[in-house]
């Protein structure tokens, strides 16, 4: 599985973009990249998935470069309900598709 | 929406006692997964489980783990005799994937919080 390294944490105002990259150089061609969030003492909960290019939902969007060894999570105008932990995770389309967690990326968002 | 449920959300259990955790994931998913995550740390992954049988674990699933699908709905993790440091928040997760169909995407419970004394 590709490990993947992005930052430990951030700090972002209210109204403000925000945008977390993660590096995943080993990814495979099988592999998809997929973003979790999660709050304190809760499941971790899916935001967006892609393989290449851009991705958009109505939470986020997800852009991925052509060589796929890194890609980006974009929230737009973040609230303080967006502080939590943010995990980039890389995963193949075979096998058990099990996630294996980095240490993510703790987002605060100050008023 | 439909979402994974489990029970407890706390457990609270003497060293050396047997525990099970119970998880309900989405009705139509094929993958169940249990994951820990010690107070302070990462999410780890234990276990997945389709198809009626375990199809991968981790080095922590050891012989004092088991997970059952038991009636077609609950998925259970059980911990023979629980040391101190499987204290732990345990969750469950489901995913609806089919094999070779595209990317995928699990859903997590609510979490068990486990405290062995």
């Known amino acids: 599985l590709a490990k993947t390294t992005q930052p430990i944490s951030m700090d972002s105002y209210e109204g403000q973009e925000v945008n977390i990259t993660c590096s995943h150089n080993?990814?495979?061609?099988?592999?998809?990249i997929t973003w979790y969030q999660q709050f304190p003492s809760q499941g971790p909960r899916f935001i967006i998935q892609g393989y290449k290019t851009k991705v958009t939902n109505e939470v986020a969007s997800l852009f991925i470069p052509a060589d796929r060894k890194s890609s980006t999570l974009s929230l737009p105008r973040v609230s303080l309900s967006d502080t939590a932990v943010y995990y980039c995770l890389v995963g193949s389309i075979s096998g058990t598709y099990k996630y294996i967690f980095g240490t993510g990326t703790r987002l605060k968002v100050l008023a | 929406e439909p979402e994974v449920t489990q029970t407890p959300s706390h457990q609270v259990t003497q060293m050396g006692q047997e525990v099970i955790l119970r998880c309900v994931p989405i009705s139509n998913h094929l993958y169940f997964y249990w994951y820990r995550q010690i107070l302070g740390q990462k999410v780890e992954f234990l276990v997945s489980f389709y198809n009626n049988e375990i199809s991968e674990k981790s080095e922590i699933f050891d012989d004092q783990f088991s997970v059952e699908r038991p009636d077609g709905s609950n998925f259970t993790l059980k911990i023979r005799s629980t040391k101190l440091e499987d204290s732990a928040m345990y969750f469950c997760?489901?995913?609806?994937?089919?094999?070779?169909?595209?990317?995928?995407?699990?859903?997590f419970g609510p979490g068990t919080r486990l405290t062995v004394l």
């Open positions: 997760a489901s995913g609806p994937q089919i094999p070779g169909t595209g990317g995928f995407e699990q859903f």
């Open positions: 080993n990814i495979a061609t099988n592999d998809y």
